[in-house]
């Protein structure tokens, strides 16, 4: 089965600072991986995913992450933190088992940004 | 309405109580999902609907019972529950066959509290 892995629960950056969250997954197949954003008491709001057209991803808010098959990484990174970032992260892989493709999702990252 | 709709958003419920939360999703979406998110704890699939064809029960226990009547709506039945099942219940669909780039969208969740 799939899974990936988020080192570090809590981040904390300064304002302005560069966020790098980070994701690593286990694949014996070519993953397809996502990065999540939740907010307090709200659903998880999709930032970008790779889905093998290109390395580097591009998502919401300024977010990007790049996919390295030789590190089995999808870190998440955005050049300069804004107040509004701070949220929980998460990482997934879609796996495909009885026929249907599923969700599995990392531990999830809290990112704190200090003013 | 857009997107993924959760109702209601709060419940709190008795262990001897029955409710029910509802999922409705008005992206055309085939495959829906309930998740569990409790505190410090990993997001956990629950139970996956293609078609309206369960295709995946996650060892959950027989205190929750899921009903998908068509593509759209998502009901998860709860009865005799216990305080540890106070989790966010959050419900995502998804287009399959689409290949396994494509990405769930999520509600916003209900937030239950068992006393």
């Known amino acids: 089965a799939q899974s990936v892995t988020q080192l570090g629960s809590h981040v904390s950056v300064s304002e302005g600072a560069l966020v790098l969250l980070r994701c690593n997954y286990s694949?014996?197949?070519?993953?397809?991986l996502f990065w999540y954003v939740q907010y307090p008491n709200q659903g998880l709001q999709l930032l970008l995913k790779?889905?093998?057209?290109?390395?580097l991803v591009k998502g919401i808010n300024g977010f990007e992450a790049e996919f390295k098959k030789s590190e089995t990484s999808f870190h998440l990174t955005k050049p300069s933190a804004h107040m509004s970032d701070a949220a929980e992260y998460f990482c997934?892989?879609?796996?495909?088992?009885?026929?249907?493709?599923?969700?599995?999702f990392g531990t999830g990252t809290r990112l704190k940004v200090l003013a | 309405e857009t997107g993924v709709t959760q109702t209601p958003r709060h419940l709190v419920m008795g262990m001897t109580n029955k409710k029910s939360l509802k999922c409705e999703q008005h992206l055309g979406h085939n495959a829906m999902y309930w998740y569990k998110q409790s505190a410090k704890k990993p997001l956990e699939l629950m139970f996956v609907y293609n078609f309206k064809e369960q295709t995946e029960n996650n060892s959950v226990p027989s205190r929750f019972s899921p009903e998908c009547p068509n593509s759209s709506h998502l009901f998860l039945h709860l009865h005799t529950l216990q305080p540890e099942d106070s989790a966010l219940y959050l419900c995502a669909s998804s287009q399959e066959g689409t290949g396994a780039g494509t990405e769930a969208f999520f509600g916003q969740g209900t937030r239950l509290t068992v006393v």
């Open positions: 790779y889905t093998s057209a290109a390395t």
């Open positions: 997934a892989v879609s796996d495909r088992t009885s026929g249907t493709y599923k969700y599995i």
């Open positions: 694949s014996s197949v070519p993953p397809y």
